[in-house]
C-alpha cells in the first residue's frame, strides 16, 4: 500500500485503459507503462523510508535529551513500573498488613501494557545484539 495513495489512481487507470484497448500490441505497450508507473510509485515509497532513516539517525547522533532520550525514557518507565508493581507494591502491602494491620488498598499500575512495550523493547535489543554479535548490523 503506498503512502502517497498513487496505487490506487494507477489501478483505476489501468482498468479503464484495459478497456479501451483492442490490440496485443496495444495492451503489451499498456503493461509495460503499468510496470514503469509500478515501478516508480515503488521508488516513491522508497524515498520516504529513506527519509525517515535519515532522520532517525540524526535523532539517534543528538546529545539532546529530549530529542534522543525518548528510548531510554520509555525504557525507565517501563521499568520502573515493573519494579513497583514485582516489588515495591507487594512488599508494602505485606509490611502494612501484618505490622500496621491496614485493610485498604494500594495505588496499582496496569502492568499488561508496560510490560508489553518493556518485553518488546528488550526482544528489539536482543535482536540487535545478536545482528552485532553476527556481524551483520552494519550490513
Known amino acids: 500500500m503506498s503512502l502517497l495513495g498513487v496505487g490506487s489512481i494507477i489501478e483505476a487507470v489501468g482498468k479503464v485503459a484495459g478497456?479501451?484497448?483492442?490490440?496485443?500490441?496495444?495492451?503489451?505497450?499498456?503493461?509495460?507503462?503499468?510496470?514503469?508507473l509500478?515501478?516508480?510509485?515503488?521508488?516513491?515509497?522508497?524515498?520516504?523510508?529513506?527519509?525517515?532513516?535519515?532522520?532517525?539517525?540524526?535523532?539517534?547522533?543528538?546529545?539532546?535529551l529530549f530529542v534522543s532520550g525518548w528510548r531510554p525514557f520509555i525504557g525507565w518507565g517501563c521499568g520502573i513500573a515493573f519494579i513497583y508493581s514485582a516489588l515495591i507494591e507487594p512488599v508494602c502491602r505485606f509490611v502494612a498488613?501484618?505490622?500496621?494491620?491496614?485493610?485498604?488498598?494500594?495505588?496499582?499500575?496496569?502492568?499488561?501494557?508496560?510490560?508489553?512495550?518493556?518485553?518488546?523493547?528488550?526482544?528489539?535489543g536482543a535482536m540487535r545484539s545478536y545482528e552485532k554479535k553476527s556481524g551483520v548490523a552494519s550490513k
Not at 19 to 36: A, C, F, S, V
Not at 100 to 116: A, E, R, V, W
Request: glycine share 6%; aromatic share 4%.
Open 38 to 64: 509500478d515501478l516508480e510509485e515503488k521508488k516513491l515509497d522508497m524515498a520516504v523510508g529513506m527519509a525517515q532513516i535519515d532522520v532517525n539517525k540524526e535523532e539517534a547522533k543528538s546529545s539532546n
Open 19 to 36: 478497456d479501451l484497448i483492442t490490440t496485443d500490441k496495444e495492451r503489451m505497450e499498456m503493461e509495460i507503462e503499468q510496470r514503469k
Open 97 to 124: 498488613t501484618t505490622m500496621f494491620m491496614y485493610n485498604g488498598s494500594f495505588p496499582t499500575i496496569d502492568s499488561d501494557l508496560t510490560m508489553q512495550v518493556m518485553l518488546g523493547m528488550l526482544g528489539l
